[in-house]
Every structure is written in structure tokens, then in C-alpha cells.
């Protein structure tokens, strides 16, 4: 299926694991950057390579972003517009947290 994501930028939050991982794997198969956000860069750097592996998308990068603190929120949305000039879509994994 072609949702038309071929090199649109996306920021997938939670993403080590889980739903948000299989969110990222589906940006990622659509050929989309994607970016993926969590607070381990253990499970982050094998969520990105294994993504990597099973879709063939080599554009697949993470960035360790505790997502309860402001300054690092500001920092990985700062990162990604500094390489890219922008975000086109945000994907958050909330798990019962208040961000909000």
C-alpha cells in the first residue's frame, strides 16, 4: 500500500517497544524517515536496527528524549527540524502518561 510517505519526516515517541515500535516499523516500510524516541538507548539502538533489518529502510535513526521533560522534548524536535527543516508527522505512544 502507498500512503504517499516516501520521505516525509516522523517522529515516532515510545518507540523502543511495543505499539510504538510497530508504528515506526510501518512509517518505515512506507519508506518515511523516521525518528524514534524513548528514554533507553540500549532498546532504541536495536528498535532502529531491527527496523532497519525488516523493512529495508536504512533512514531509521533514534534519539534518546525522556518525554516528561521539557528541555528534552525541545532538543530532539530542535535535532530533527536542524537536519530536515521539519516534522511532518508525529506519532506518540502515550502509555497512560500525562504529557499534557
Avoid at 12 to 21: C, F
Avoid at 25 to 46: C, D, G, M, N, P
Wanted: proline share 0%; net charge positive; glycine share 4%.
Amino acid at each position: 500500500m502507498d500512503l504517499q510517505l516516501t520521505g516525509k519526516v516522523v517522529l515516532v515517541t515510545g518507540a523502543s517497544q511495543g505499539l510504538g515500535k510497530a508504528v515506526a516499523t510501518e512509517f518505515a516500510r512506507e519508506k518515511a524517515i523516521v525518528y524514534i524516541s524513548s528514554r533507553s538507548e540500549e532498546k532504541l539502538a536495536k528498535a532502529a536496527h531491527s527496523i532497519q533489518v525488516e523493512t529495508g529502510n536504512q533512514q531509521v535513526y533514534y534519539v534518546v528524549c525522556d518525554m516528561k521533560k521539557k528541555k528534552d522534548i525541545r532538543a530532539l524536535v530542535q535535532h530533527i527540524v536542524k537536519i530536515h527543516d521539519r516534522i511532518d508527522q508525529l506519532a506518540e505512544e502515550l502509555q497512560n502518561q500525562h504529557y499534557y
